[in-house]
């Protein structure tokens, strides 16, 4: 079903292209002044700065956005990964005619560069050979920065996931603060946000023909400052609307009734029968108000900074104004400034997707790099994107505040070509499509039955505490294009490598039977995140009763097929919400089905997502905010935080010491011991090296006596494969696969 096809959106395939079109199409888009002399350029239009090194691949935002206004007829010029140490990088390419576009790359630079523990990572996946420290630390300031002492009289627009969390105040875990709109550090004229493609044609264009950049302010998908609210709008104070401190009686119209599973989204009261001869008292309503001339205003930066419970409400509101059927502008005060928010962009039809992943893409990296191997694109140089947009709403992830809840698929024939294209064009292909997904699996052409509804909808979730009944589950188009997928000559086997949605596959046992017998490579990923309903809530998951069902679907089916395959799961330590004995009860529930996880992931606290707003605050948003309001368990300390990933690797010697201590503070000291009915056993192998205790402080291991643990049976180090100390030299490689006893089946799991 196509949606938002009314005439609120200009179709971007539809504009007419700019002059420079005649130069036609760049075999790469330049990234020297000799590449540039090559094409016949004098200068460039447009350049685009990244964080990441250009590959010419539409996974690659530089990349995408770049090929999609050469397709308008722009000169398209790239500064990939520039030394930020002084502006001379940024001349490189000359002054562009239009603008610079500016952006971190795919990723947040801080996400990127640093551990959920706050270390320095050692790599980056997105540099030729994987080479560190070669973008700076909050990279859209930096580069903005050195681009105005460039050329100081260029517009600079800025764009990607780390512009697009960072629109408003927000809380910064690297800093522990709220940080103000990215807007105001960086001086940049206007930021493009979501899926940008619409908004950065839009004002491509019309900077083209003489605008100035800062009387462009009616497009939607940007954000930028200005001086006050225009005349004309009408200005909604958000407490108003979602008011915290006491709790009031009256109906809170943000409300989101999180018990029962098949709420609809919006449909009509049900008339209450009266009795014969008596009529109802008839209500006359005030018209609505006219929502496109409505502003929404948040609390000011100042006031968020100060007060965590604002905050959460902050978050909570622009959450809810994320539909593109309903939202309102919003705004908020920043000293004298007004950062303003015009509400997000019309989702891209199917045609649109088209236009934009048809483009003429290499598909490989810029020849600059060589051989240099760049990790990312070693990732999904064999995979091809089929949709955006997730309705899930996972409160850790930030896939909905930057791509939106609608998903946007594109035609089974774009997707059925490229594919063939990889086969055709791309080196080293060996027959095996490595991925057919998004930021899901398994949400292609799935939408609301009626776009009325959709419009209407302020839910942060069409699947969590239940499917909502107006959602159309239907996997059929999905399992017809794997079906021809696979046919294509030449292809050997397309895997599923994005992560499955397995509460909306159940519902499609045909969908599910499709994806354990043909597309799965013996190991199928997926993530429950946790065990314990209080987190799983925070995190806005289903319970674990939705991964029994599908693993009992996932054994029957490779049953069927003859084969031996296995669920890989993955879970989160330290989410809001979480306390240790949550992690206690996961850690017993992996035991139980034998799993050993070494991929354990400790909650980070990205810009904008709504378990951030938990993290900072203590509240909870996924419901109304007030100083009195439910508190949310937050593990914070690095002590705790090192101890619930311990959990999770309960199985892991060097964690031994600090899990015995845990136990025996919560008083399962019964769970010491070295028979399987305990977590951890009572002895200390002597191999193991550095140990690690829950205030953070560690030693060196040595042969230990028994009255280590206090306990009889403490007695002698057990030689397990486990604990064997790796030879010198050998690098130990950490797998995610699942712990095999050679009696006993390895259990399947989410």
Known sequence: MEVYTDSLAKPIHTYR????????????????????????????????????????????????????????GFRVGIIAQPDWQNASAFKVLGKPNLYFGITAGNMDSMVNRYTADRKIRSDDAYTPDAAANKRPDRAVLVYSQRCREAYSDVPLVIGSIEASLRRIAHYDYWSDKVRRSILMDSKADILVYGNAERAIIELSHRIAKGEHVSDIQDIRGTAFLRKAVPEGWSEIESTKLDRPGAIDKPVDPYEMKMGKADASC?????????????????????????????????????????????????????????????ARALVQKHGDREVWLNPPPIPLTTKEMDYVYDLPYARKPHPIYKNAKIPAWEMIRFSVNIMRGCFGGCTFCSITEHEGRIIQSRSEESILKEIEEIRDKVDGFTGIISDLGGPTA????????????????????????????????????????????????????ILIGSGLRYDLAVKSPEYVKELVQHHVGGYLKIAPEHSEENVLSKMMKPGMGAYDEFKAMFEKFSAEAGKKQYLIPYFIASHPGT?????????LWLKKYDFRLDQVQNFTPTPMAMATAMYHSGKNPLRKV????????VAKAGSVRKLHKAFIRYHDPANWPML???????????????????????????????????DGTSFKAKPLPRSFNDMKNAARPYQAKSAQRPKAGVKVVESAKPHRQASKKPAKQN
């Open 442 to 493: 398994n949400m292609y052409r799935i939408a609301c039955k009626s776009e009325t509804i959709e419009k209407a909808c302020r839910k942060l979730s069409c699947v969590y505490p239940g499917i909502c009944e107006n959602l159309n589950t239907d996997h059929s188009a999905l399992i017809q294009l794997y079906r021809k997928a696979r046919a294509i000559k030449g292809v050997k086997k």
């Open 17 to 72: 292209p700019y002059w420079a079109k005649r130069f036609g199409t760049a075999p790469v888009l330049p990234m020297t002044r000799a590449e540039m002399d090559a094409l016949g350029w004098d200068s460039c239009d447009i350049i685009l700065v990244s964080g990441d090194a250009y590959v010419d691949h539409p996974s690659f935002g530089i990349a995408l956005i770049g090929r999609l206004l050469e397709a308008q």
């Open 626 to 633: 007030t100083e009195d309001s439910e508190d949310v368990p």
């Open 266 to 326: 919006a449909t009509e009261p049900v008339k209450p029968l009266m009795p014969e001869g008596v009529n109802p008292i008839q209500i006359v309503r005030k018209p609505k108000a006219d929502r496109s001339t409505q502003v929404v205003r948040l609390p000011a930066y100042e006031e968020v900074a100060a007060n965590p419970v604002m905050y959460a409400h902050a978050s909570r509101v622009l959450h809810l104004e994320a539909n593109p059927g309903n």
């Open 660 to 694: 015995r201590e845990a136990l025996k503070r919560m008083g399962r000291a019964d769970l010491i011991g070295n028979s399987k009915k305990h977590l951890v056993p009572a002895f200390q192998p002597a191999v193991i090296g550095t140990i690690r205790q829950s």
């Open 579 to 587: 306390t240790d004995e949550d992690m206690l009860n996961l850690a």
